[in-house]
Nanobody
Framework: QVQLAESGGGSVESGGSLRLSCVRS????????LGWFRQPPGKERERVAT???????SYTDSVLGRFTISRDNAKNTLDLQMNNLKPEDTAPYYC????????????????????WGQGTQVTVSS
């Protein structure tokens, strides 16, 4: 089990940028698939981006070209650089992790991940 803690949320205007960070405590970070999820008001939790233990990335279509996920296994950190933010990006954002063989990612469904942070709010105004 790992403990995850997010930071970096806030309020910005449309077109602005934010950088989210997640730090962990627990077992070897490199053995985990890591991801960022969000849950817009009235909607289900959805995957934003994932990154495997070897650095392979995957993004939901709506953030392609605007968001970048990265990890530093030595520092036990996971980041999400968000550029050109839009009002529809408004949501609490959650860091998630799951231990898998070679740190491969199991897909984009939240139920595939069993370690979660408490979330950090991102609000984008038009």
């Amino acid at each position: 089990q790992v403990q995850l803690a997010e930071s970096g949320g806030g309020s910005v205007e449309s077109g602005g940028s934010l950088r989210l960070s997640c730090v962990r405590s627990g077992y070897a970070f490199s053995h985990y698939c890591l991801g960022w999820f969000r849950q817009p008001p009235g909607k289900e939790r959805e995957r934003v981006a994932t990154i495997s233990g070897r650095g392979g990335t995957s993004y939901t279509d709506s953030v392609l070209g605007r968001f970048t996920i990265s990890r530093d296994n030595a520092k036990n950190t996971l980041d999400l650089q968000m550029n050109n933010l839009k009002p529809e990006d408004t949501a609490p954002y959650y860091c998630a992790a799951v231990l898998t063989p070679s740190g491969a990612c199991p897909g984009d469904r939240p139920y595939n991940y069993d370690n979660w942070g408490q979330g950090t709010q991102v609000t984008v105004s038009s």
